[in-house]
Every structure is written in structure tokens, then in C-alpha cells.
């Protein structure tokens, strides 16, 4: 995945500006000088973002473990509710507010326009409104061409979370110049599996939103797809677009993926003909890293942080440059993968190919796994010096059309790249 640059630029002095007079004017932080005191960081808001971090990572005592085993009564039973708080909402909503920014420009770069003329959106397990802020920074600095009203539905079963979450989005859409995007909020405990996702009255919806949320729940991904097509179909306006985004660790990664493949399994046994996946894996192949059972595919992507937060990363002794997650698009739509991603045109599917790890460089080639129709290969490309440019490296996310290619799932070589992306 390739961000754009004044995206990744977009997180610097004027937006610790926005969350640091916000934070304060919510009671979370006693002062503007607070956010940069190495004491109060120290004593207030580094307990919370290193226990977070291990509870995130399922990890006690180098141990992976469930996350709702330490999550879920700490949150509940911290020391001090405004600390951790303050903690995550500093931390990790910028986090993953880029995260759902970055998906979004991946779109725009692969040639998305938003088909729709009104949008209805909803985020389910919304928190502090992340993702409905990412999609607006995604949409500042990486249109797709989304109208300027939009109507907003925000679905948290946290009520003190989701008031503060509705408040930032209401702050940060003013500031992007999106006055209006209009919020409604639902103070709701999600239960999928007895209720649905959403109630069989409740409208439909063109754009639909789900970031850090699949995982918390205990269902088999058979059940999960059951239940998403079964909404999808009566909630999803034809034209609609999906974003699923989860940790980029093992085990949740994996999840996604047997997800996606029960997806794709039951569109094809019911003949679902308005339904296709077309992010990262840019069709219904086969997934090239669940044929391995320690293998699992994520993206990872670069920003430039916050003053404050490079100053706690610093501090906490974390990197946070770099951003892991996991993810999925789907679209309710007839129309061809080529026409809603003009990118694509004029190349064969069997000839498209993404990188999905670092390349290295082993001599005078370059080494990388790619991931394409027949699965998941490790790879070596001799790059020429018109094709090496510092520019546009050959990198993770890389997608390579009409590509040449011989050799095995362990060892192949590209033998040509007509068009890089």
C-alpha cells in the first residue's frame, strides 16, 4: 500500500493543535503544557498505553492469550477511568484513524470514484468515531469524490466512548472543512448472533465500516459470513462498499482470511452475483497464505506521527512509525472489478500480482513474496535502471500488471513488468 505523502504529512502540528485543546476542553487533560511534561506523560499516560499495547497483543507473560481475558475488566476497573482514557484516545485513535485513511487511498490510487450521489454511512463498534475520521482525512487528502453531505450512523455499546468519540468527529470534520457531514449516534451492545447486526427495520446503508471490531467477536467465520451477507444483502445499498480493517496479528489475520474465504465460498454457492471482493487480493482467488498454517497476510504503513506522539514513543520505548493491520473490501456491485478500479484495465487477472512482504535485495536482484491467481510465491526481479527508480520503489503493497513470471511457489523470477503500481 502506497500512501500519499501530504496524507502521511497530515498528523503534524496542526492536528496535535485539534486533540490536544480537545482533550483539554473534555476535562482529560489539566493543561496544554501537560501533553509535553516528560512527568505527566510518564506518570499518567504510559501505564495505560503499555498495558493497552499487551492487552492488544493478547501477550501476558510472553504468553499469547484471548484479548477479552485482560481487556474487558481492566477498561472497566482501571485505576483512573480519565488516565486511560486519555491514554487511548491519545495513542491509539490516531493510530487507527490513519489505518482507515490509508484503505482509503488505496482506493483512490487504483482509479475508485464514489458512484453514489448521497451517502449513508455507518461505523459498528465505533469508539472515538477512528474510522469515520479516517474516512474523512482519507477523503481530504485522497478523494474518491464523495458528495459533501453525508449522513453518519455511529454504533457503540460504550456510552461514555461514544459521546467523547462523536464530539472529536464533530471537532475534526470542522477542521478538514466537512461541516456537512451530519452524526447520528446509537448507544447500542451489539449482539450479532442473537439480533443481527442491525435491526430488519433499520435503513440501508452504501457505505458500511467495521475497524477493530470483527475480532472481539467469538463467532466461526461460516457464522460471521452468514450474518454479514445476510445484513449486507437487506442493509447494503447495490453500489455499497465495505471496509473490514483488524490487527495485523496471526491469529486475528487469519481469521480475516478464513472470512474472506467463507465469503467468497457462499457467494459462489448461491450465485450471488452482486457481491466481489477487491481489496488487497484484487479477486476470488484462492488465499495464497492460508495454505500455510503458520503464514497470515497484513499491510503495514508509514506516517509521520504526531510531536506528542513520537515524544510518549520515545518515552515508552515503542515505535509507532510504522502502522501493521489487516484488512478487507467488498463492494455490492455487477459491475467489473476493471470498471470500478480503472487501474486495472487492460490487464489479465492471471498476469496481476501484489507484493505482500518487504523486498530485499540479494545481489543484483530483488527478493519478495507476491500473491496473485495461483497463490503465494517468494520471487526475484532484476530490476533495469529505468525500472529502479527511488520514487516509486518496488516495495510491500507494490501491485505488478501483465507480469511475466516461471518457476515454483518456492523459488520464481519475473521475467518482465509492463505496468507497476
Known sequence: MKVPEKLARAFGDDFEKQIAEFVQQQGLLPDLASLHSPRYISR??????????????????????????????????????????????????????????SVWSELHRLGFSWPA?????????????????????????????????????????????????????????????????????????????????????APSFNLWLMSFYLNELELDSDALADLLLESWQRHLDEEGLVILIEPALKLQSRRLLELRKSIIQKIHQRKIENLQVLLPCLGHQACGALANPEDWCHEEVTWWR????????????????????????????????????????????????????????????????????????????????????????????SILLETKIRGSEHASRIEEIKKKL
Not at 500480482?353 to 530485499?360: E, G, K, M
Not at 510465491?377 to 527508480?389: I, T
Open 44 to 101: 499518567s499516560i504510559i501505564p495505560h498505553i503499555v498495558k493497552l499495547s499487551s492487552l492488544f497483543n493478547r501477550v501476558k507473560d510472553g504468553i499469547t492469550q484471548d484479548q477479552s481475558s485482560g481487556l474487558d475488566p481492566y477498561w472497566k476497573s482501571g485505576s483512573n477511568p480519565e488516565h486511560l482514557r486519555l491514554a487511548y484516545f491519545l495513542y491509539f485513535m490516531p493510530c487507527n484513524l490513519f489505518r482507515v485513511a
Open 117 to 201: 450521489k448521497h451517502v449513508r454511512a455507518v461505523e459498528f463498534g465505533a469508539g472515538p468515531a477512528s474510522g469515520l475520521c479516517g474516512i474523512a482525512a482519507g477523503e481530504k487528502y485522497a478523494s474518491l469524490g464523495l458528495p459533501s453531505s453525508i449522513d453518519w450512523a455511529l454504533i457503540e455499546q460504550d456510552k461514555a466512548v461514544l459521546e467523547l468519540g462523536t464530539k472529536w468527529a464533530q471537532r475534526y470534520l470542522e477542521f478538514l472543512g466537512m461541516k456537512d457531514w451530519g452524526i447520528r449516534s446509537f448507544h447500542r451492545k451489539l449482539e450479532p448472533e442473537k439480533r443481527g447486526f442491525l435491526p430488519r427495520t
Open 306 to 397: 504526531p510531536p506528542y506522539f513520537r515524544k510518549i514513543d520515545q518515552m515508552a520505548s515503542l515505535d509507532r512509525k510504522t502502522l501493521p493491520f489487516s484488512y478487507l473490501v467488498i463492494m455490492k456491485s455487477k459491475r467489473r472489478r476493471e470498471e470500478i478500479l480503472p487501474e486495472l484495465a487492460g490487464s489479465e487477472a492471471s498476469k496481476r500480482f501484489r507484493l505482500v512482504s518487504p523486498a530485499h535485495s540479494e545481489g543484483k536482484d530483488l527478493e519478495f513474496f507476491v500473491c496473485g491467481e495461483e497463490g503465494k510465491k517468494r520471487a526475484r526481479f532484476h530490476p533495469k535502471a529505468e525500472q529502479s527508480s527511488e520514487d516509486d520503489p518496488i516495495q510491500r503493497g
